[in-house]
């Protein structure tokens, strides 16, 4: 398969239209960044949002007067960078199955636009750029980002073959609500497994409701999913799984004594799921993509909480006598 010619340019359809790829990036780019999901920024603030979590409990547990800068910055370049590694592996290996569903068909392996040999070498350049962030951290935390290499490689693999491949990505998406702490603590502690045990139901439940964009091709193509699994229980079983987020998270908080303002945004987190059970509609396409982006709001609700609780007192200490 040829790469496409960089002198035409095709959309992909599952993309946002009018995206600042489309608009402004060099048109020979575009396939390439189409391949990193560059056009749909959601997928890497997903990744990003439990490194970030992790990083302001691990915050408040060491005393810290604010969330490590150094940290925040890092985990965003690794996240965006790994999220693209991510999506080019996922679609190298489904390529054909791409093709035979109308949604990602149009996407830069499945058309033409990009080259598996293309793919591979994009692939090594973008886990060089995360491998560049991992060495950046402690060898606890390295030793830690390196152990979840073989859940993100086996992933695209797992729809072949179990009906709950959301469970894996859950795995794989919240490894960084471990990285945060093993970076400041240099171990593992219950606040950040309670954290990540959270985050893990928290992306199974946004999965699955995700998934229901794609529920009649996968059925034709022989895709598993919890869509599929689930049918007209999906609205129950993303209550069961976000009711337990809010558990986790909660249990992660109180461990570490948190105060006031993590409380308020866990509480402004758990509102904002409960938003989403009620507003779904698994038939609707249109609505279950709106309510799986809105994640990203919900997690900086959460995460503004957390950071508030070290940055609040810090503030307070330099401004009152």
């Known amino acids: ?37 560059m056009d749909r920024p959601i997928g890497w603030w997903l990744l990003l949002l439990p490194c970030w979590w992790s990083t302001a409990l691990a915050a408040m547990a060491a005393d810290q007067r604010w969330p490590d800068p150094k940290l925040l910055i890092l985990f965003a370049i690794g996240s965006i960078a790994m999220r693209g590694a ?7 290996l ?19 636009a990009v080259s598996v040999p293309a793919a591979f070498a994009f692939l090594a350049f973008q886990c060089l750029i995360g491998l560049a962030v991992l060495v950046s951290l402690p ?6 980002g390196l152990a979840s290499m073989g859940v993100v490689a086996i992933y695209p693999l797992m ?49 699955t ?11 034709v193509v022989g895709v598993r999913s919890t869509a599929l699994l689930f049918g007209r229980k999906t609205q129950l079983a993303v209550a069961l799984c976000y009711t337990a987020v809010v558990v986790f998270f909660a249990g992660a908080i109180l461990s570490v004594s948190a105060g006031l303002f993590a409380i308020l945004g866990l509480a402004g987190f758990a509102l904002h799921l409960q938003w989403q059970v009620r507003s779904l509609d698994i038939d609707d396409p249109d609505r279950c993509l709106a ?3 809105s994640n990203r709001n919900a997690g900086l609700i959460l995460f503004t909480g957390l950071a508030l609780d070290t940055l609040v007192p810090t503030l307070l200490h330099y401004l009152l006598p």
């Open 1 to 37: 398969m040829k790469v496409q010619d960089s002198t035409v340019d095709t959309t992909v359809a599952d993309a946002p239209r009018g995206n600042w790829v489309d608009q402004y990036a060099p048109v020979a780019m575009r396939p390439y960044l189409r391949l990193a999901r």
């Open 94 to 112: 489904d390529r054909k199955i791409d093709r035979a569903v109308a949604r990602t068909r149009s996407r830069p392996i499945a058309s033409g």
């Open 291 to 293: 309510i799986f982006k």
């Open 139 to 144: 060898r606890f935390a390295i030793m830690t």
């Open 159 to 207: 729809k072949r073959i179990t009906s709950v491949p959301q469970m894996v990505l859950g795995i794989a998406f919240s490894w960084g609500a471990l990285m945060g702490w093993a970076s400041v603590f240099e171990t593992l502690n219950d606040p950040a497994l309670l954290l990540f045990a959270g985050s893990v139901a928290w992306v199974f439940a946004y999965d």
């Open 209 to 219: 409701i995700y998934a229901h964009q794609d529920k009649e091709d996968d059925a």
């Open 86 to 92: 991510g999506c080019t592996w996922n679609d190298i």
